[in-house]
């Protein structure tokens, strides 16, 4: 069974562009999480969506927003990107509901903003 | 506030001894706890839930609410057990809390 897959692995932009970062599921989840992982820092919650629905979001600025497929993948959508948001940025993926054991983790999308 | 404090960034200690990795809650409501683990190159993955109350690779955790801890615990180190351990909670809708992550290290 394919795992939570990430793409791309790395991704280099300027400040003030916009990034975009995609997200599958494993097959039957409906559930995907977003999470920010900056340098020396811990998993910061961006987003959780569930059936095509934002569910929740995290203490984030508008400026980070995405979306949810009819298959279940999801977008990251960074604009008017700024140096700090240099990070491993993390996807998730549950049944809708489950408690957090039965989250599976992608390996991440590496954003650096020169 | 919800919060995770994991206060070691780095612990060494050597092959065969004791491992205590803390993990320190705040949060008013009941808590559901995690312990993740990452190898080198590997994904984050679950090691432990408190609720489950298993040992995983030898590893064991205990809920205190008096002290509002989680700390995880293994009595021999083994040099497979180096990673990064990260202490989660779960909050409402489902939001994960994370600490900062602890980085083990297993010497020889």
């Known amino acids: 069974e394919a795992g939570v897959t990430q793409s791309p692995t790395h991704l280099i932009k300027t400040r003030g562009q916009q990034a975009t970062l995609r997200c599958s599921p494993i097959s039957g989840h409906t559930s995907v999480y977003w999470y920010q992982q900056a340098l020396g820092l811990g998993l910061q919650f961006l987003l959780w969506?569930?059936?095509?629905?934002?569910?929740n979001r995290g203490n984030f600025p508008p400026r980070f927003s995405g979306r949810q497929f009819p298959n279940y993948s999801s977008e990251l959508n960074v604009n008017a990107l700024e140096l700090e948001d240099s990070a491993l940025y993390l996807c998730?993926?549950?049944?809708?509901?489950?408690?957090?054991?039965?989250?599976?983790f992608g390996s991440g999308t590496r954003l650096t903003v020169v | 506030a919800q919060r995770v404090t994991q206060p070691e960034k780095l612990l060494s200690v050597f092959k065969g001894a004791p491992v205590e990795l803390k993990c320190n809650y705040s949060?008013?409501?009941?808590?559901?706890l995690f312990w993740y683990v990452q190898y080198s190159r590997q994904r984050l993955q679950l090691l432990l839930r408190h609720i489950s109350r298993e040992s995983i690779k030898g590893f064991t955790a205990d809920l205190n609410k008096g002290e509002t801890s989680f700390h995880l615990k293994k009595p021999f180190a083994q040099e497979e057990d180096s990673a990064m351990y990260y202490c989660?909670?779960?909050?409402?809708?489902?939001?994960?809390?994370w600490g900062a992550g602890t980085k083990l290290i297993i010497k020889p």
């Open positions: 989660a909670l779960q909050v409402i809708n489902y939001q994960l809390i």
């Open positions: 998730a993926s549950s049944l809708m509901g489950q408690p957090a054991d039965g989250y599976t």
């Open positions: 969506y569930d059936e095509g629905e934002e569910r």
């Open positions: 949060y008013s409501g009941s808590p559901e």
